[in-house]
């Protein structure tokens, strides 16, 4: 057997959600500062294509690098990864990361509640493990500031005509469309009429920009939010995150909840205080709390918790041989 790279990890899912871990075989990421050590794995692409392309991957599979912090006051780095970019933090791997980092032992486990400090692009991410009998029965994230952007964009699609939606940030930059407002349902059975609509919503954002008030890297805008009612009795809200290029958040988005809990706030619909119930695709649940208010610069904003569970599921080791013909693999979307 031969090899020219192993690599290493371990998978799990957070409310149905995959995330793949990678612990080694990536080489020295470099940087003084995580968007640094982001921009620097950038330059390797084909990292990302080898672990999250097929064979070894599939289009809907998000992953995280494990790095050393940056930040004084963190505990560990991440460098999400996904099919299509590198967002600046993603709610559901920060769960599961954290979820890893207690039961593998990355982060000594305190019975009660252990605190992992996150390093990622977007600022250092508090994640609180609820400890159980030595393990990780769910993790409390404290968001990134989150707010919202713009109210009331319209946008021109083929199929549906003008559309309205509001922009919000909870972490990454989202638009949120009502569902209803396109004919649509947020169930299973309608996943790839969902995947269509935010293609046409994604396309029509082209011509509008978007810059967080304080961080020049985060300026894009390529998440859409199809948001519904919940069925008022497990779930206050539903909704479905779409990714680019076709991928459906299996879980309840955990930046999408804190972007929707800043578009509630901003529109007055929610305050401080208030949770949200907030479901997915699958009928899991994460549950967010707006805990206070602030300002980003000259943008009003919240602070806010989401809590959700993740649950390991296996490890991996990878080879790539010299010799196989998809050195950074394929991916069939249709895109």
Wanted: net charge negative.
């Amino acid at each position: 057997m031969r090899s020219t790279r192993i690599i290493q990890g371990i998978d799990s899912h957070t409310a149905g959600c995959p995330l793949r871990l990678i612990t080694s075989g990536f080489g020295p990421i470099r940087g003084k500062t995580m968007v640094e050590k982001r921009a620097d794995l950038m330059t390797r692409d084909e990292l990302r294509q080898l672990v999250l392309f097929e064979p070894r991957g599939s289009f809907n599979m998000p992953a995280a690098v494990l790095t050393e912090a940056c930040s004084p006051d963190a505990d560990i780095g991440m460098i999400i990864l996904e099919p299509d970019t590198y967002p600046p933090m993603c709610g559901h791997c920060a769960m599961a990361v954290a979820t890893i980092a207690v039961e593998a032992g990355y982060i000594k486990a305190v019975e009660g509640e252990t605190l992992v400090r996150l390093d990622t692009p977007a600022g250092v991410v508090p994640a609180r493990v609820a400890v159980e009998n030595g393990r990780a029965v769910s993790v409390t994230l404290e968001m990134p500031a989150s707010f919202l952007y713009r109210r009331d964009v319209m946008l021109e699609t083929p199929s549906f005509g003008r559309v309205r939606g509001d922009i919000a940030f909870g972490g990454d930059f989202y638009l949120l469309v009502e569902a209803a407002d396109l004919g649509l349902d947020l169930v299973p059975e309608q996943a790839w009429q969902l995947v269509g609509a935010a293609a046409e919503l994604r396309a029509a954002l082209k011509d509008v920009p978007v810059q967080h008030p304080t961080m020049t890297h985060i300026n894009e805008i390529y998440q859409i939010e199809l948001i519904g009612p919940g069925n008022g009795t497990t779930s206050d809200a539903r909704n479905v995150v779409v990714c680019p290029p076709t991928v459906i958040d299996r879980s309840p988005c955990g930046t999408g909840t804190a972007s929707r809990m800043a578009m509630l706030h901003g529109l007055g619909r929610m305050k401080a205080g208030d949770t949200l119930r907030h479901a997915g695709i699958l009928d899991t649940v994460f549950t967010g709390r707006i805990t206070g208010e602030t300002r980003l610069a000259e943008t009003p904003a919240i602070t806010c918790t989401v809590t959700g569970s993740a649950y390991l599921t296996g490890t991996f080791n990878f080879l790539l041989d010299p010799h196989d013909p998809f050195q950074a693999g394929f991916r069939l979307t249709g895109v």
